[in-house]
């Protein structure tokens, strides 16, 4: 369904931090803030704008200016924020749709994890947001009353296998968000984690049965799994003055998988398969 714009941005600037291509979930969440009349900055490492087709994103965003930063680099994102002033002026959001970890990529399992991957997921998925917000702050750049939203997921709070280290790099980040949030309160800054259903992605795709998470989570989801364009309609509400006492929350949108103990699709699918075990 193609969502009408509510103007829910308009007047509002912020950059977003983590497109690639069109299945990004920050690639969504860029048009989606377009849409509702946000002008933006765009952020990416130098390896993936090469890669993706982020420039195009940035001409479709109304010529969107292009920042390179390794957000783990203390000096490059120092150096984007003061160019962000430049280029954009003070910002009312910033989005953090960042995440990697190479332990998952290599395929190695949590109980003989690589600690320089172990170490680097973190910093890349969790730090990565305590270094923005602190970077943005002492530029300057950040508006009183402003939102800040990172992705989520789930393994925060319960442990999904296949997720391996991002488990534990999700809970960080969540923890960081909590922490901001309470010390930006002063200035009605919020900061917010979403939550989000397994979203086909080339960072979910990294994920070994990605394919079997994803269904079995649309099984067991009331509404289903949320998909990238219904999460960024999502964010575009956090960042907006309607949600300006949200804070501090972590929120899912998961089609209610959260709150979900069985479905009976996915009774139906042991019935079916275990006939003998009498389930
Ligand atoms: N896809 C899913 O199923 C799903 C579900 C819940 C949450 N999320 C989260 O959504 C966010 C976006 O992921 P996605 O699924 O859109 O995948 P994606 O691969 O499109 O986006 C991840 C982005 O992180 C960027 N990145 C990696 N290392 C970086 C670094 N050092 N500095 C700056 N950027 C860096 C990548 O270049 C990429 O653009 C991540 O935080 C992810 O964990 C994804």
Redesign the pocket.
């Known amino acids: 369904m193609t969502q009408t714009s509510y103007g829910l941005l308009k007047g509002k600037k912020g950059i977003i ?5 069109e ?6 969440i860029a048009l989606a803030c377009h849409r509702e009349g946000a002008k933006l900055a765009i ?3 130098a ?2 704008l090469k ?2 087709n ?1 420039a195009e994103l940035a001409r479709i965003c109304g010529q969107a200016p292009l920042l390179v ?5 203390d000096d490059e994102l120092k150096a984007l924020f003061a160019e962000l002033k430049t280029s954009l002026g003070e910002i009312d959001f910033i989005v ?5 970890s190479a332990n998952i990529r290599k395929k190695i399992p949590y109980e003989s994890t690589n600690y320089i991957f172990y170490n680097k997921g973190l ?3 969790a730090i ?1 947001l305590h270094k923005i917000i602190r970077y943005a702050l002492e530029a300057g750049v950040l508006k009183d009353n402003g939102s800040i939203v ?5 393994g925060a709070q319960r442990v999904f296998s296949q997720y391996n280290d ?1 488990n534990d ?2 809970a960080l ?1 969540e923890a960081i968000a909590r922490n901001f949030g309470s010390r930006l309160a002063d200035r009605g800054i919020r900061v917010n984690t ?14 070994s049965n ?1 394919d079997a998470m ?1 269904e079995y989570a649309n099984l067991l989801a009331p509404l289903g799994n949320a998909s ?1 364009e219904e ?1 960024a309609d999502y964010v575009v509400t956090l960042l907006s003055d309607l949600s300006r006492k949200v804070t501090m929350q972590n929120l899912y949108h998961d089609g209610g998988f959260s709150s979900a103990g069985i479905s009976e699709k996915l009774l139906g699918l042991l019935e079916r398969s275990q006939p003998e075990a009498g389930v």
Not at 17 to 21: A, D, E, I, Q, V
Not at 23 to 28: A, F, I, N, R, T
Not at 69 to 73: F, G, K, L, M
Request: net charge positive; proline share 3%.
């Open positions: 931090f983590g497109p690639l291509n299945q990004s979930l920050g690639w969504k952020s990416n490492i390896t993936a890669m993706g982020t930063a390794d957000a783990t680099s953090h749709s960042v995440g990697m910093e890349i998925s990565s990172a992705l989520s997921y789930i991002m790099a999700k980040l979403v939550s989000q259903s397994p979203t086909r992605t080339s960072a979910g795709s990294g994920i990605f994803y990238g999460c």
